[in-house]
């Protein structure tokens, strides 16, 4: 699977390749057809796809498996986590079964492949990714194996010719109260497979199965297990190769990028920055004064600098920086940016305000800076993502974010004054940034705020899961919670990439 674009790769140094990076550089193409809805991932891709396509369907996998790896994190249910993926899958990616008669099955089916393959890519390179991914994409498959339309189901397991021995009648009365404690039923009312143990630890764990001379005898009902630790066990293998044959890939200059930024975003979920993060319909033009008011709908790394701007009329670089480009993102103008950091800074004069500090911020919204500065649009607001990555702050530094950045004991009280005061909330928010999931955190404090708006649109149904996704920008923060504080104004509609639904 190559993306078609065009090639950086010097045709000169293409010809000095040895055979196998030959092979990997022409590779034959050749388009798959997917009679199954369901897939292990065997066959690599080998058809032409363009470098867009290859990004964002990988991008759209990544979201989905992000938000599988949340629901574990929070400790959802298995039922629990079905209905709120039900949404998301749908969205990001559909994957329909032969019987609902879709228009692009097929389609659904190659992106389907396609975005695992690239991730394969992406998550392989160390241990601790390839873990990650192995345990994500078992999830998913293990969601769509449960969901999945019976009788294609049996066609599929079939299909996929796994060594497993039947049982038969004789062994099954031989066997049967031993049997029968295993699985419990009568051992001969039912199935019963035989495989090596090893194939299904789980199952072992759990004592769910019979072991008798190194062979684990499976109840029927208990097939996905088996179907799915088959797909575990293959898919560890191949990652262990995909990442032996990942130096091999450095000769390609237009995928490494992607893969670094993928991989990337899976260590801390990154969102894509849409204008639709920043306009609310039914919000008025928002102005310098407003601001103090506003501020109660920021997330905590934005009230943490609006706080200390007021408490010093003073910010440094990076925290102008990042606080800048978030009011700009929730809609002020540059004039009234100017305006309120003028303001903000009531210790300084006219003159030092205008030489040292005016520029920066009509930089920021690309009224100064030329082609360097993104074609005159200015920098774009930060995600969690690049907040939560960059360097820590220095002394005197308020920039970044206070679930990472503050010390436990600072953390809950900063949280406490921003009105947090929950004890059961504060104790398992201390518990995700304990094991560096702050942006978990940061949603969990979110949900807990809104907890009754949220209940509100869930209920009476105007808000799906979608528009109540894990939030990974500070932007969407502001505007999801400042549409859920004013449900009846005339803005029951949302948002969340860019989707307004019926009000
Ligand atoms: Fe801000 Fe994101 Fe940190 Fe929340 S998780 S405080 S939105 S940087």
């Known amino acids: 699977m190559i993306p078609h674009d065009f090639s950086r790769i010097d045709p000169k140094r293409r010809v000095n390749l040895d055979y196998k990076k030959r092979q990997f550089a022409k590779p034959e193409f050749k388009h798959q057809k997917y009679e199954h809805r369901l897939n292990y991932y065997i066959l690599p891709p080998t058809a032409e796809i363009t470098l867009e396509e290859f990004e964002t369907w990988a991008i759209n996998r990544l979201k989905v498996l992000s938000e599988l790896e949340a629901c574990t994190f929070r400790n959802r249910t298995p039922e629990e986590t079905a209905e709120y993926m039900t949404s998301i899958v749908n969205k990001y990616l559909p994957l329909r079964s032969n019987s609902s008669r879709g228009q692009n099955l097929q389609e659904e089916r190659k992106k389907d492949h396609y975005s695992h393959f690239i991730l394969r890519l992406a998550f392989s390179a160390t241990e601790d990714l390839r873990r990650r991914f192995s345990r994500l994409e078992t999830m998913l498959f293990r969601l769509r194996f449960k969901d999945d339309d019976p009788r294609e189901r049996k066609d599929f397991v079939s299909g996929l010719k796994l060594e497993w021995e039947e049982v038969g009648a004789d062994e099954k009365r031989e066997l049967g109260n031993e049997l029968a404690a295993a699985g419990g039923v009568k051992g001969e009312e039912q199935e019963w497979f035989k495989v090596d143990w090893e194939r299904v630890p789980e199952l072992v764990e759990q004592r769910r199965v019979l072991l008798k001379r190194g062979k684990a005898y499976v109840p029927q009902r208990e097939q996905i297990s088996l179907v799915v630790a088959e797909f575990t066990r293959r898919l560890d293998e191949a990652l262990e190769l995909t990442s032996r044959a990942l130096p091999r890939l450095d000769e390609d200059d237009r995928l490494a990028p992607i893969l670094a930024h993928l991989s990337h ?186 907890r009754r708006e949220i209940k509100k649109v869930k209920d009476d149904g105007t808000w799906s899961a979608t528009d109540l996704d894990t939030i990974v920008h500070p932007n969407t923060y502001f505007k999801r919670g400042w549409l859920l504080k004013h449900l009846g104004d005339g803005n029951a509609g949302v948002v969340n990439g860019g989707e307004k639904m019926e009000e």
Not at 311 to 317: G, I, Q, R, V
Not at 431 to 446: E, L, W
Request: glycine residues 6%; proline residues 4%.
């Open 265 to 450: 975003s899976f260590t801390s979920p990154d969102a894509a920055y849409s204008s639709s993060d920043a306009s609310i319909d039914g919000l008025s033009t928002i102005t310098a004064n407003a601001i103090d008011t506003l501020s109660q709908h920021f997330p905590l790394c934005m009230q943490n600098l609006h706080m200390t701007l007021r408490a010093n009329s003073h910010l440094k670089h990076y925290g102008r920086l990042q606080y800048t480009l978030f009011l700009k993102g929730i809609g002020l103008s540059l004039d009234e940016c100017i305006m309120f950091w003028r303001r903000s800074f009531k210790l300084m004069t006219d003159d030092k305000f205008s030489k040292e500090y005016k520029y920066n911020i009509r930089h920021a919204y690309g009224d100064v800076g030329g082609d360097a500065n993104r074609r005159g649009r200015g920098y774009t607001p930060y995600s969690c993502q690049k907040i939560l990555t960059e360097p820590l702050p220095g002394p005197g530094q308020s920039h970044g974010c206070p679930y990472r950045t503050f010390t436990q004991d600072n953390l809950n009280a900063l949280l406490q004054r921003t009105g947090v005061n929950d004890k059961d909330l504060l104790k398992v928010v201390k518990d995700d940034v304990s094991k560096q999931r702050y942006h978990v955190a940061c949603n969990r404090v979110f949900e807990w705020a809104h």
